[in-house]
């Protein structure tokens, strides 16, 4: 904005354009809006936002983000604690739980291995998956993170350190999206789709 | 989000999520992104929010937003205050004065005159802009609203208000965008550029 703006107002939409996504043109929006907002109605966005960030934490066992020492996952009586199905980000749990069929536990590693990026395995959380493999009777692994080249090498890397435990280590199927149409698969997509055939 | 997310996480992202033109899925994003914040930036993005509802008001003059009692291009003393440019919201003062052409005044009306959403002259700030003209001396009125139904009923209202008292007021050109391609302009905007045309 320029400098006839209101100070206040300028400084609100470079927080909002600080938001991924979020361009300066949509961050001046936003903060027109703001304006327009009952106070109360600010007032509660505000706090949301401080609350979330103090409240919220990783769950000391599966790392995934909760306002308690153990998520509700982690400590609730009717999930099967010797399945852990690993993902990259919370929002992996939360694309599970939408399923509603998978009845196991999670792991969050809060990251991918990438030297590209230097992100190393000690800069993702595999010692405290390690460490609950450790303690626990884990039966499988079920290795959930995407299919990309830092998803695959940090399944395989984990895998490694998983296997010689004498646990059984998955990886995800691979194939066509359910509704997705033939013609407009990828390649490596519909050759992972041919070579995991299955009877009918 | 599903029940077994943070509650605050789930609350920040419904924040999110009743503002204009953001989804539900990228206001999880956005709340899973705020917890990747440092809390020193969590703590002024609320901030800025607060500040900015709380010290942010309307020009006594102008009815533009501002921080002072008279904002910042009411109170300069290179802006010509006889020429008044009347436009919608705030959004369109900014436009302007990205041109760092117009050298007047302006007046935000806040909205625009329709019947259909109840929206009546008494709703917008029209009896303000008559009290400035009927104070200074005021030699020109632009009707700078958008050339919707609204935006030309609301100018042909205004006109219609202040035409009597001799004061001459003018309507923005309408014709091609610079830099448009002619083959794709619409047909009203053509013929008002035919209409309008200037001898070279």
Redo the contacts between chains.
């Keep these: ?9 300028v ?2 939409a ?2 909002f354009a ?5 361009g300066m043109k ?1 961050a ?8 327009s ?1 009952p ?1 109360k ?16 934490h990783r769950c000391k066992c599966c790392q995934n ?3 308690k020492d153990i ?3 982690c400590s609730a009586d009717d999930r099967n604690n010797s399945i852990i199905c690993v993902v990259e ?3 992996d ?2 694309a599970f ?2 399923t509603r069929e998978y009845m196991g536990v999670y792991h969050v590693l809060h990251g991918l291995i990438s030297p590209m990026d230097r992100i190393t395995p000690d800069k993702i959380r595999v010692k405290e998956l390690l460490s609950r493999i450790s303690e626990g009777d884990v039966k499988e692994v079920i290795m959930a993170t995407n299919p990309t080249v830092e998803g695959d090498a940090t399944a395989m890397y984990i895998a490694g350190l998983i296997k010689p435990l004498g646990i059984k280590v998955t990886r995800l199927a691979f194939g066509l999206p359910v509704g997705g149409i033939l013609e407009y698969a990828d390649e490596v997509t519909l050759f992972k789709a041919l070579e995991n055939r299955n009877t009918m």
Excluded: W
């Design positions: 904005m320029a400098d006839h703006n209101a100070l206040p107002l400084i609100l470079e927080k600080s938001l991924p996504g979020i949509t001046q929006r936003l903060a027109y809006y703001v304006m907002m106070e109605d600010v007032a509660e966005f505000a706090e949301a936002l401080t609350d979330a960030k103090k409240k919220v983000l909760t306002e998520c509700t996952i980000t919370p929002k749990v939360t739980e939408r």
